[in-house]
């Protein structure tokens, strides 16, 4: 196991704690537990946070406990009374091989816009990877339930290494993390009582794409969307390496499992670029009508639309490709008619341009939840 010092008190008893560690094998595989603490690497430090720290935690996949790693950066100066309350970002998709892990890779937009502005609020920002992404295990994309407890498990993990973080928390998340936060919102109350969820922000979440699945078959044409095969394949390899019984194989043809083999070994962008001509009727060799098969999408994909506590925030570009706004639209609806409190942005961009058009309204909304004691 890797140990490094850090600076400081806190972070020599945090070292201390780590390095005289059981052995794996002895370690609780409870969920927030904390394996690893490390100094962020250069490349995704940020000037406006006073530390960052790469976690590696226990949280929970769909068949038991699985690893994330994830990223704790800090505001500067000292933290309010009660601590300095949480933000969880839960990032959108990037691939399901473990060189795309989301806090290993320097993006841009994330650290010189959006985690800057998230502490110079006044919030901390914990990041999580998700299980299998960088960790042993193969990462089950879209799969809501264990995306979620990988946030959720992702601010238990920051609060054993930084004393200054507080209960309060909310969840902001883009796309495939967008889906993530909903989830979150959904479960964290009754999960993580120990902690106050305050809200959940979600941009462009990918919604109702368990009612595609029983039409899909030999017969699919290309979409007029963007990544839709790459996606699709992430879905499928996630669900064949975490629920074996269903023989996902046995639907694919040797198109399909050639571009599931693209996507467990390359970034979405980069999938993308090699799958994007094959249509998903090509990957499949008889319609997705097992029962069973279709359950466990509908575990995996349906975010729920009743039995939320906590405020929900929900933006939506008019012109995205990639999360189509009439799916949007029908999620919107049910939330509206299930009584949630719901506030709703509508945005000109497309997928990411929209993220960046609600990010203004999203922090409003951040600020609204967590800014009372």
């Not at 505001?75 to 795309?100: E, K, L, R, T």
């Not at 979405?268 to 249509?279: K, L, M, S, W």
């Not at 997928?351 to 409003?364: I, K």
């Amino acid at each position: 196991m890797r140990t490094q010092i850090m600076t400081g008190a806190a972070g020599v008893v945090i070292a201390l704690a780590v390095a005289l560690a059981p052995p794996a094998s002895a370690q609780s595989t409870a969920p927030g537990t904390v394996t690893e603490v490390v100094t962020a690497p250069e490349r995704v430090r940020l000037a406006a946070a006073a530390s960052a720290q790469r976690i590696t935690y226990w949280s929970r996949g769909p068949r038991g406990p699985m690893q994330s790693t994830g990223m704790v950066y800090l505001p500067p100066g000292p933290p309010p009374p009660g601590g300095w309350p949480v933000v969880a970002y839960a990032h959108g998709s990037v691939g399901i091989a473990d060189q795309c892990a989301f806090t290993l890779q320097p993006r841009d937009y994330y650290l010189a816009e959006v985690y800057p502005q998230l502490l110079r609020a006044g919030f901390a920002v914990v990041v999580s990877d998700y299980v299998g992404l960088g960790t042993p295990g193969t990462h089950p994309y879209l799969d809501g339930p264990s995306q979620a407890r990988s946030v959720i498990d992702g601010v238990r993990a920051a609060r054993a290494v930084a004393a200054e973080l507080s209960t309060r928390w909310a969840v902001l998340g883009q796309s495939q993390g967008g889906q993530s936060a909903l989830f979150a919102a959904h479960l964290a109350p009754t999960d993580a009582p120990e902690l106050q969820l305050r809200g959940a922000a979600a941009t462009g979440p990918p919604s109702n794409l368990e009612l595609i699945a029983p039409l899909l078959g030999p017969w699919v044409p290309r979409l007029p969307l963007r990544m839709t095969t790459a996606y699709f394949a992430m879905i499928v390899a996630g669900l064949r390496a975490t629920a074996p019984e269903l023989d996902v194989d046995s639907y694919l043809t040797d198109a399909g499992r050639a571009v599931l083999d693209v996507v467990e070994s390359n970034c979405v962008t980069e999938a993308d670029e090699q799958v994007r001509n094959v249509a998903i009727g090509d990957m499949l060799n008889r319609p997705l009508l097992d029962p069973a098969l279709i359950a466990a999408v509908h575990s995996m994909l349906r975010i729920p639309v009743e039995g939320y506590s906590v405020p929900l925030f929900i933006g939506q570009g008019v012109a995205d490709l990639e999360v189509p706004a009439p799916l949007s639209a029908k999620l919107i609806a049910e939330l509206e008619l299930a009584g949630a409190d719901l506030r709703v942005g509508v945005y000109p961009g497309d997928h990411l341009g929209a993220a960046r058009q609600a990010f203004p309204d999203a922090l409003a909304f951040l600020h609204r939840v967590l800014d009372q004691p």
